[in-house]
């Protein structure tokens, strides 16, 4: 199957054992989707539409190691590193997060495709969370030190206002 828009050729899979749920995948440079056999060719046509933009996304942000990314970060600012660092798909209103406590920072995989600085900024901010839980006086003062802010944040606020992401 073709569909308008999407990178990758589709593939439909109906299951007999399959009841409610939906379920797709990369695969071999194809889209897989599997589906119940009953399902409506509208319904798959809705599914595709949420699934496949968030299967390409994850295809592009592959290659970028956020591992290296902030430990390189967190070496050039003097910030702890964090216990984990992963790319995530269902982050649609932030750019990221962290989980103070344990650690754990998520970058939305909507940013795969953005420039360097704009990336750097989005893990830089979420170190900066590592030693300052809030946005107070602290934390803007550790983040004063990437000279590129102002030009990040004005991309991020860019992307956001026109939905380009």
Known sequence: MTVEGVDHPVDIVRSA???????????????????PAGMSDREIQHHLAALVPRL????????VDLIE?????????????????RWVSNQSSRWG?????AGAIR????LAEVPDFVLDYVVLH?????????HGPGFRALMARYRQADKAEGYLMALSRHGLV
């Open 17 to 35: 054992r399959r009841k409610k749920t939906v379920q797709a995948r990369l695969r071999d440079g194809r889209i897989e989707m599997r589906v």
């Open 97 to 101: 997060s962290c989980t103070f406590d």
């Open 126 to 134: 979420e170190l900066t969370h590592l030693v300052e839980s809030d």
């Open 107 to 110: 970058i939305s995989d909507r």
């Open 56 to 63: 390409e996304r994850q295809h592009r942000a592959a290659p």
């Open 69 to 85: 990314r902030a430990e390189r970060l967190a070496r050039r600012f003097d910030l702890p590193r964090p216990h984990t660092i």
